[in-house]
């Protein structure tokens, strides 16, 4: 978002601050002197089901306006607690609540609900809210943000400090529209501590700055993300007398790898407060699980354990971070020693939790970091990362982490309010009564919350646990591992990885070409940030050449593996669904690649979450032949088959005539061994929601894994969603899974692009869904080989086309072993030049054959995979022979 009203001072850091020392306060268990639960709209005392007793508004002393009124939600979620949201304040002016406190810092949660009132229509529910001179929400619309986020209910938590003995919160409809109208569901209002959250001074130094970032009553800050790491849920009753929520870290995970959950052993390890450390800062839980890279040494050193949150732009945060050593054979300083990223900046060097505890574990200790979140549009990712510190040769090459706090702080102007989130767009409602009775039970009635904005995913949980690396071996024990990190030289000439490439194959770049190209990195040429790093749009060769230039992380730690795989396979690869690479760039410790420019970026682009007009079947067909032609290339096409090993709807490319390129070759394998086995023993790389449960459960890679995670691609383009949402209830997370649901309840159909609704021929459908079901099997066996899915494709895309030119052409494929037959009976078939597909021939034998270039409608060439000489008739019924001639 942009903020014109918003100043910081000049000196201040545009990511990251540093820690500042452990607070020493003495206490116990807080137990609040001031506990304010207020049920608005309500007119009897109820409890919740925390079993907290809340206080109805009506004839409130603490209601200041008497034009709101009050009424009961029109509907009822059994997602949403009924205490305290079935029942609201409401009004289409200004009204507003005064609290009588003592001074000091008080937590103030709102609860929000959105539904009808009073015969009032939900979206109307426009309006801000302010709290003495803090103004908390602008134009806040409850439905936006539940529809876009997909949770049921919404409570923003506030710490605000009190002067005058009295805490105001006024509510105030917009004046952008005649109808809208404010409401609250619910209001608490609680004491805590005065410098919980703020450090000794109130100042967090800024890194590499001498500049600080003071915390004190004249800032409010907003609770944006709440996480036990490594843990489950934590509710307001299983706090320590501060009433916080705590959510599990799974759905802000990032990436394939994201190391294992571990939890201490009461037998060995107690967790112990520290005697200038409240117990009250977090609960003994937080502390007594945590999450840790693995025990796999090389592949800890080639990766960083990331998560990811969202967060409004033009905002500084206190990123607090929570650790304790819970594993008792750490116990000595440099056994375990780890960097801290924060928004691609390095908030500590050698982090070591024993040595900050003094040689003790099962001690807890906290940190506390300022991150200035500036730039284009809403909302940004701000990236917390750890990294072993390798330069200190640690016993383990390892990291952890138990709990994360997240806070934004007001600004300069008391403004802590950001933009509403943009909506995705809508899937079709499933019908229930359309459904098979579900065979699955347990966690269908868990509650969807989100705290501060942000926090409420941790209560789903991902639909595929972590399984691996559970037989790797500790500390110095450096095994060969596929995921391990070859370094680069460092240095600033050109002869360090050049010289190991043929000259006329890959072009070498000197950084100043690069910066020319991109203006000296012009952030205006941003094309878009992946997991290796920012991608600009550039120009070479004096303007005449337009080109896209991926800059990766320096050369080392992160990324130089897949920088030099994609370099050896792209500059050997060229097909016409394949991105081309031109060349590359190693100077300054860089890593960066120059690719065709590709002018309508990613398919995932055009699918989810998008502002550019949805993409028409037919050319989603398209691209989707496109793509699996580039992977059928990949597994056929060269001497030694290459497994991609990611492909996700972001790795596939749309030129300016929208062919579909396959791109990012980073964690691609050469299969030499494939021409003897079906299989490649490698550690699980790609991406969650694409991963082959197979080569995840197994570790062995094989070209059936790109299949699966091309289902999932196919699933992305005709439902118009992620792979994963975890904004979704627990079936729905993972697309495949619930594709899979869907299809055996009989309602696939309504989870497809309520804009195709009426598009999609009922043949063509039918054979794009049995292909992409297919793909998506648990087990390789079961999947068809890209060759198979390429002439499905094709079929269907001729369905397609047959069935918009009215042609009544007729065509009923099955795969596996079954036959493939059109309705009249023949065996028949119609594929592209040069793929594989499984056919049931006049003889009654079902073999795999090769088809090549059409002799006529009526006989292809075929060749079958057991080396004879076979020449068979493929019949097509005649309406379908007319539209190939016509062609």
């Known amino acids: 978002m942009k903020n014109t009203n918003r100043s910081f001072s000049a000196s201040v850091c545009i990511f990251v601050s540093f820690a500042v020392a452990i607070h020493v306060n003495f206490a116990v268990d807080y137990v609040p002197s001031e506990q304010i639960l207020l049920n608005c709209g309500e007119s009897l005392i109820l409890n919740d089901t925390d079993t907290r007793s809340w206080t109805?508004?009506?004839?409130?002393?603490?209601?200041?306006?008497?034009?709101?009124?009050?009424?009961?939600?029109?509907?009822w979620d059994p997602l949403v607690p009924k205490v305290p949201f079935m029942t609201a304040r409401i009004s289409q002016s200004e009204f507003s609540y005064s609290f009588p406190v003592v001074t000091g810092r008080k937590f103030m949660r709102l609860y929000f609900y959105s539904n009808s009132y009073n015969g009032l229509n939900a979206t109307n529910a426009v309006f801000s809210v302010s709290s003495g001179s803090f103004s908390l929400l602008k134009n806040f619309s409850p439905a936006q943000t539940t529809g876009a986020l997909n949770y049921a209910y919404i409570v923003k938590e506030y710490l605000i400090a009190v002067h005058d003995e009295n805490l105001t919160i006024k509510f105030i409809p917009s004046t952008n529209s005649l109808n809208a109208f404010a409401f609250v569901n619910g209001i608490e209002v609680m004491s805590m501590p005065d410098d919980i959250y703020n450090s000794d001074d109130g100042?967090?130094?800024?890194?590499?700055?001498?500049?600080?970032?003071?915390?004190?009553?004249?800032?409010?800050?907003?609770?944006?993300?709440?996480?036990?790491?490594?843990?489950?849920?934590?509710?307001?009753?299983?706090?320590?007398?501060?009433?916080?929520?705590?959510?599990?870290?799974?759905?802000?995970?990032y990436g394939e790898?994201?190391?294992?959950?571990?939890?201490?052993?009461?037998?060995?390890?107690?967790?112990?407060?520290?005697?200038?450390?409240?117990?009250?800062?977090?609960p003994e839980y937080v502390y007594s699980t945590a999450r840790s890279m693995g025990l796999n040494p090389q592949i800890n050193k080639s990766y960083n354990l990331t998560w990811i949150f969202s967060v409004d732009v033009g905002f500084c945060y206190m990123v607090r971070l929570h650790f304790c050593e819970v594993q008792a054979a750490i116990s000595e300083i440099n056994q375990r020693k780890f960097n801290i990223f924060l928004g691609n900046e390095t908030a500590e060097y050698g982090a070591d939790v024993i040595n900050w505890t003094n040689y003790h574990n099962g001690v807890p200790v906290y940190k506390d970091y300022a991150v200035l979140v500036s730039g284009e549009g809403p909302q940004q990712d701000l990236w917390l990362g750890l990294h072993p510190d390798l330069s200190s040769q640690p016993e383990y090459d390892d990291a952890i982490l138990n709990g994360v706090e997240i806070f934004k702080l007001s600004d300069t102007n008391y403004n802590l309010a950001g933009h509403n989130p943009i909506p995705a767009p809508k899937q079709d409602v499933v019908d229930p009564?359309?459904?098979?009775?579900?065979?699955?039970?347990?966690?269908?009635?868990?509650?969807?919350?989100?705290?501060?904005?942000?926090?409420?995913?941790?209560?789903?949980?991902?639909?595929?646990?972590?399984?691996v690396f559970a037989v790797s071996r500790h500390g110095k024990d450096h095994s060969p591992s596929d995921?391990?990190?070859?370094?680069?030289?460092?240095?600033?000439?050109?002869?360090?990885?050049?010289?190991?490439?043929?000259?006329?194959?890959?072009?070498?770049?000197?950084?100043?070409?690069?910066?020319a190209a991109t203006k000296n990195f012009d952030e205006a040429l941003l094309l878009g940030v992946g997991g290796f790093g920012k991608v600009y749009r550039g120009e070479i060769d004096g303007g005449k050449t337009e080109v896209a230039i991926k800059r990766g992380n320096q050369l080392y730690g992160q990324g130089v593996h897949e920088f030099q795989t994609e370099i050896e396979m792209l500059s050997k690869l060229r097909h016409h669904h394949l991105v081309s690479l031109i060349g590359y760039c190693e100077e300054n410790c860089e890593m960066i690649l120059v690719y065709d420019y590709m002018a309508h970026g990613t398919l995932r682009g055009h699918l989810d979450k998008t502002q550019n007009p949805p993409l028409p079947w037919k050319q989603r067909l398209e691209i989707c032949i496109g793509a699996a032609r580039g992977l059928h290339y990949l597994h056929t096409g060269s001497k030694h088959p290459i497994?991609?090993?990611?492909?996700?709807?972001?790795?596939?490319?749309?030129?300016?005539?929208?062919?579909?390129?396959?791109?990012?070759?980073?964690?691609?394998?050469?299969?030499?061994?494939?021409?003897?086995?079906?299989?490649?023993?490698?550690?699980?790389?790609?991406?969650?929601?694409?991963?082959?449960?197979?080569?995840?459960m197994r570790q062995q890679l094989t070209k059936k894994s790109d299949v699966y995670s091309f289902g999932v691609v196919l699933f992305e383009i005709i439902c118009a969603r992620p792979a994963l949402d975890t904004t979704l209830v627990n079936e729905q997370i993972n697309l495949a899974e619930w594709a899979n649901r869907c299809h055996q309840k009989g309602i696939l159909d309504q989870i497809v692009d309520p804009y195709l609704e009426g598009k999609i021929a009922p043949e063509c459908f039918k054979k794009f869904a049995e292909m992409a079901l297919k793909c998506v099997s648990n087990q390789g066996i079961e999947r068809p080989s890209m060759g198979e899915v390429l002439c499905n494709l094709e079929c269907a895309l001729q369905l397609q086309e047959s069935a918009e030119r009215g042609t009544g052409g007729k065509m009923d494929i099955q795969e596996g072993s079954s036959s493939m037959q059109n309705l009249t009976g023949s065996s028949s078939m119609h594929c592209g030049i040069d793929t594989e597909c499984s056919v049931l021939s006049d003889h009654g034998s079902n073999k795999t054959v090769r088809l090549q270039h059409p002799v006529s409608p009526d006989i292809q060439e075929i060749s079958t995979d057991d080396g004879s000489d076979t020449e068979c008739s493929v019949h097509l019924d005649h309406e379908f022979q007319r539209m190939l001639r016509s062609q």
């Open 56 to 75: 109805p508004d009506v004839e409130s002393k603490f209601l200041l306006s008497a034009k709101s009124l009050t009424s009961k939600a029109a509907t």
């Open 257 to 282: 790898i994201f190391g294992i959950p571990v939890t201490t052993d009461p037998s060995k390890t107690n967790i112990t407060y520290p005697k200038d450390m409240p117990t009250y800062i977090a």
């Open 643 to 696: 497994i991609h090993r990611d492909v996700k709807s972001t790795n596939i490319l749309l030129d300016e005539k929208w062919v579909a390129k396959i791109s990012d070759f980073g964690l691609s394998k050469t299969g030499h061994t494939l021409d003897h086995t079906d299989h490649l023993t490698a550690s699980v790389k790609g991406s969650f929601g694409y991963l082959d449960p197979e080569y995840f």
């Open 203 to 253: 100042a967090l130094k800024l890194v590499g700055q001498d500049s600080l970032i003071y915390i004190d009553y004249t800032t409010a800050l907003e609770n944006v993300y709440r996480i036990n790491v490594g843990g489950n849920d934590i509710s307001p009753s299983g706090d320590t007398g501060l009433f916080r929520s705590w959510y599990n870290d799974q759905p802000y995970l």
């Open 433 to 467: 009564s359309k459904a098979l009775p579900s065979t699955r039970a347990g966690n269908s009635n868990k509650l969807k919350a989100i705290i501060g904005g942000g926090v409420g995913g941790g209560l789903v949980a991902l639909a595929i646990g972590f399984c």
């Open 483 to 515: 995921g391990s990190s070859e370094r680069l030289p460092k240095t600033n000439t050109r002869e360090s990885y050049a010289s190991s490439l043929p000259s006329n194959l890959c072009r070498h770049f000197s950084f100043a070409e690069i910066e």
